[in-house]
T-cell receptor, first 116, second 111 residues
Framework: ETGVTQTPRHLVMGMTNKKSLKCEQHLGHNAMYWYKQSAKKPLELMFV???????ENNSVPSRFSPECPNSSHLFLHLHTLQPEDSALYLCASSQEASGGTGNEQFFGPGTRLTVL | QQQVKQSPQSLIVQKGGIPIINCAYENTAFDYFPWYQQFPGKGPALLIAIRPDVSEKKEGRFTISFNKSAKQFSLHIMDSQPGDSATYFC??????????FGQGTELSVKP
């Protein structure tokens, strides 16, 4: 596997279910990100982890719970979601969560989530 | 202040045409301006990027023009091909490394 991988690629869940999204990066990066992509809207940054520490929570509802056990893995735990949470959830990684030359973000293919 | 405004929302050109996508920002502290290309079923991929001390950057058929005083930048695709049909996002990065994205432009290049 190379780059940033995400599983599952598609997920359908009811509002009372609990599920988790998984992201793994094979780039040796130290920062990982969760974004939400809805149709016709800009990508919305949800969470940032830098060296396994959460450095940003962009006012995300508590029904989304991130977990970063190490610099290569990132999870997004989902519970009691709403239909408006249906979207493409993208994971990204970069060398560090800061500015600077060469600190580009690399994205995974995303998980298409549908909440019924 | 943290917004990036992108236009047009969609664009259709003939093969060989030069589509132009425009973005505007307010925050003068942004220090890096990347463009991402996204195909259906894929995540965004970095296409080309520019820093505010440069007015133009060219990589292959893709060119970024940057106007610092107007706080605007644009992507030009020379000799566009049907394979360039995708959604294009501009973004601006603040000094903390956070990317602010535009709304995206769906480009369709007709054969």
């Amino acid at each position: 596997e190379t780059g940033v991988t995400q599983t599952p690629r598609h997920l359908v869940m009811g509002m009372t279910n609990k599920k988790s999204l998984k992201c793994e990066q094979h780039l040796g990066h130290n920062a990982m990100y969760w974004y939400k992509q809805s149709a016709k809207k800009p990508l919305e940054l949800m969470f940032v982890y830098n060296f396994k520490e959460q450095t940003e929570n962009n006012s995300v509802p508590s029904r989304f719970s991130p977990e970063c056990p190490n610099s290569s893995h990132l999870f997004l735990h989902l519970h009691t979601l709403q239909p408006e949470d249906s979207a493409l959830y993208l994971c990204a990684s970069s060398q560090e969560a800061s500015g600077g030359t060469g600190n580009e973000q690399f994205f995974g293919p995303g998980t298409r989530l549908t909440v019924l | 202040q943290q917004q990036v405004k992108q236009s047009p929302q969609s664009l259709i050109v003939q093969k060989g045409g030069i589509p132009i996508i425009n973005c505007a920002y307010e925050n003068t502290a942004f220090d890096y301006f990347p463009w991402y290309q996204q195909f259906p079923g894929k995540g965004p991929a970095l296409l080309i990027a520019i820093r505010p001390d440069v007015s133009e950057k060219k990589e292959g058929r893709f060119t970024i023009s940057f106007n610092k005083s107007a706080k605007q930048f644009s992507l030009h695709i020379m000799d566009s091909q049907p394979g360039d049909s995708a959604t294009y996002f501009c973004a601006a990065r603040n000094q903390g490394g956070k990317l602010i994205f535009g709304q995206g432009t769906e480009l369709s290049v007709k054969p």
